[in-house]
T-cell receptor, first 111, second 118 residues
Framework: EDQVTQSPEALRLQEGESSSLNCSYTVSGLRGLFWYRQDPGKGPEFLFTLYSAGEEKEKERLKATLTKKESFLHITAPKPEDSATYLCAVQAEYNFNKFYFGSGTKLNVKP | KAGVTQTPRYLIKTRGQQVTLSCSPISGHRSVSWYQQTPGQGLQFLFEYFSETQRNKGNFPGRFSGRQFSNSRSEMNVSTLELGDSALYLC?????????????????FGPGTRLTVL
């Protein structure tokens, strides 16, 4: 069964303390892997799409990377406004209409 | 370009009632997906519509149904509400095309409808 697992469930960082979030997946033929940011009570906000192993995408303090089994979201010198839940989703080749979401990593950045 | 809109934003219902939620996708997007989000279960896929046809369905009871109109707007209906249906209901739109790569695969979410069942 296709699965997406995110770790850690929660992460507390001091402002400026860099770290990485993990998203591991098992899917028969990856079509795309997606990262979202979600603030409390709001809909997820699209961040990145990754399609193939070795691919990297960057946006401000965030950098997403992809291997054949997992993706990392690296956060460099985070600020309190980076506090949010980060969600990972995968899309399979055989069923491109359906997205499988992980349970998310709740990031809290203290000033 | 306007984003995905959902109405209403908040709803309070009692057990046994039914509810209809609405979603207007981004202009030009033909695929609309619905998700239920709760603290314990995370984002759970309900169903996906493309050109008025349901292409995918998650593991939810038949009380949950949906439809899509010719202008791609979509509605979701929940009948005989239960306490456990209290959740944030999210709608996401995408182009829904089968083409590989490019901008065809990303889903963009609306702000959600917060449903509380008393």
């Amino acid at each position: 069964e296709d699965q997406v697992t995110q770790s850690p469930e929660a992460l507390r960082l001091q402002e400026g303390e860099s770290s990485s979030l993990n998203c591991s997946y098992t899917v028969s033929g990856l079509r795309g892997l997606f990262w979202y940011r979600q603030d409390p009570g709001k809909g997820p906000e699209f961040l990145f799409t990754l399609y193939s192993a070795g691919e990297e995408k960057e946006k401000e303090r965030l950098k997403a990377t992809l291997t054949k089994k997992e993706s990392f979201l690296h956060i460099t010198a985070p600020k309190p406004e980076d506090s949010a839940t980060y969600l990972c989703a995968v899309q399979a080749e055989y069923n491109f209409n359906k997205f499988y979401f992980g349970s998310g990593t709740k990031l809290n950045v203290k000033p | 370009k306007a984003g995905v809109t959902q109405t209403p934003r908040y709803l309070i219902k009692t057990r046994g009632q039914q509810v209809t939620l609405s979603c207007s996708p981004i202009s030009g997007h033909r695929s609309v997906s619905w998700y239920q989000q709760t603290p314990g279960q995370g984002l759970q896929f309900l169903f996906e519509y493309f050109s008025e046809t349901q292409r995918n369905k998650g593991n939810f009871p038949g009380r949950f149904s949906g439809r899509q109109f010719s202008n791609s707007r979509s509605e979701m209906n929940v009948s005989t509400l239960e306490l456990g249906d209290s959740a944030l209901y999210l709608c996401a739109s995408s182009l829904g095309a089968r083409g590989r790569g490019g901008a065809h695969n990303e889903q963009f979410f609306g702000p959600g409808t917060r449903l509380t069942v008393l």
